[in-house]
């Protein structure tokens, strides 16, 4: 016995809303920022503002670097300056810190074993070369990641 029992929609809020304008509350952000708005305000703004733009310029500088001609990253935590390999579109990897090899062991991973190898990422690796482009190393010879490496591994 197949039999279809119709169901009938029912409302979840069956009250009309308010529309009575006393109810009604609206927020007017430009109304109250005007009148909340303080010459001391307005000063420190200014202050901000002008060193803002200083730091700004300073970014901007540092944006304009190019790293393309600098060698290959290096790791000499063995007393042996070897050569990292490309991890990825931009990151390096030690080719000497490795799970039997490395002055200093290897962080464990969450299951307990030693990660496989020290990493960086291309982010982190061109945050470096602006910081020791700004203080003033010389690029031109490979940088020693061994105090550099992500503290993951």
């Not at 308010?18 to 703004?45: M, P, R």
């Not at 990897?93 to 299951?111: A, D, G, I, N, V």
């Not at 910081?131 to 105090?147: C, F, T, Y």
């Amino acid at each position: 016995m197949n039999s279809c029992i119709p169901i009938a929609a029912i409302p979840i809020r069956s009250v009309a809303p308010v529309t009575s304008s006393s109810q009604n509350v609206g927020f007017d952000y430009a109304e109250y920022h005007d009148q909340n708005k303080s010459e001391s305000f307005d000063q420190t703004h200014r202050k901000e503002s002008s060193s803002s733009a200083e730091h700004n310029e300073i970014v901007d500088d540092d944006a304009n670097c190019d790293f393309s001609e600098v060698p290959p990253p290096i790791c000499s935590c063995t007393a042996v300056a070897r050569r990292c390999y490309k991890n990825g579109p931009a990151g390096w990897q030690s080719t000497c810190c490795t799970m039997s090899l490395s002055e200093f062991p290897l962080p464990k991973s969450p299951s307990g074993r030693r990660m496989k190898g020290r990493k960086i990422s291309g982010g982190a690796y061109t945050k470096l070369l602006r910081k020791l482009a700004r203080e003033g190393h010389d690029l031109s010879q490979p940088v020693d990641l061994k105090n550099h490496w992500n503290r993951r591994g």
